[in-house]
T-cell receptor, first 115, second 119 residues
Framework: DQQVKQNSPSLSVQEGRISILNCDYT??????FLWYKKYPAEGPTFLISISSIKDKNEDGRFTVFLNKSAKHLSLHIVPSQPGDSAVYFC??????????????FGKGTHLIIQP | GAVVSQHPSRVICKSGTSVKIECRSLDFQATTMFWYRQFPKQSLMLMATSNEGSKATYEQGVEKDKFLINHASLTLSTLTVTSAHPEDSSFYIC???????????????FGAGSRLTVL
């Protein structure tokens, strides 16, 4: 049973437009969420995170929104650039402030930025 | 920033042999490292949590005698796939948490991964 779901395997967006990647989760114990970006044959690299006490976190072109009641988060990239083409993983953790829990990942969304 | 080195990046072995994959934190100490496995078009699945100086904690369904994990120092964890079979062919990724990173304490740094192919 997938606790973190990314229902769109792929997404195609025109360069300069906004990319919106969605993620849903089912485990109410998750309280920390992260987005990772992954290029082929490389490990994921951290992009942005959000704690459950917030509903928005912004870092440059990247903004993550969290809707706890809907158990939904989204990653917005604006404006989208060709270098953003990659697989984006949503991940969740029940971070206990001192524990070191492994993350639960979604299956990823392949974002393709078209020139 | 924090860097995690994983070696080898690619390995091909014969069925029945054992393969060791190393994961090193290069510029920080990692008391905990994590091993993930990724099948094509699937999510990264946590296999085990490796704690320095103690036994690893395995996720349900992961054979501890098959996937031996050793975390001998604060900068090195190894995953040994014993008596490898073709179904063990996969992409293995390690990650480490820099406990001294303050607000980023829950941010993992990943290695580049190791592609294992068992013939």
């Amino acid at each position: 049973d997938q606790q973190v779901k990314q229902n769109s395997p792929s997404l195609s967006v025109q360069e300069g437009r906004i990319s919106i990647l969605n993620c849903d989760y089912t485990n109410s114990m998750f309280d920390y969420f992260l987005w990772y970006k992954k290029y082929p044959a490389e490990g994921p690299t951290f992009l942005i995170s959000i704690s459950s006490i917030k509903d928005k976190n912004e870092d440059g072109r990247f903004t993550v929104f969290l809707n706890k009641s809907a158990k939904h988060l989204s990653l917005h990239i604006v404006p989208s650039q060709p270098g953003d083409s990659a697989v984006y993983f949503c991940a969740a953790s029940s971070y206990s402030g001192g524990g070191a829990d492994g993350l639960t990942f979604g299956k990823g969304t392949h974002l393709i930025i078209q020139p | 920033g924090a860097v995690v080195s994983q070696h080898p990046s690619r390995v091909i072995c014969k069925s029945g042999t054992s393969v060791k994959i190393e994961c090193r934190s290069l510029d920080f100490q990692a008391t905990t490292m994590f091993w993930y496995r990724q099948f094509p078009k699937q999510s990264l699945m946590l296999m085990a949590t490796s704690n320095e100086g103690s036994k690893a904690t395995y996720e349900q369904g992961v054979e501890k005698d098959k996937f031996l994990i050793n975390h001998a120092s604060l900068t090195l964890s190894t995953l040994t796939v014993t008596s490898a079979h073709p179904e063990d062919s996969s992409f293995y990724i390690c990650s480490a948490r820099d406990g001294a990173s303050g607000t980023g304490a829950n941010v993992l740094t990943f290695g580049a991964g190791s592609r294992l192919t068992v013939l």
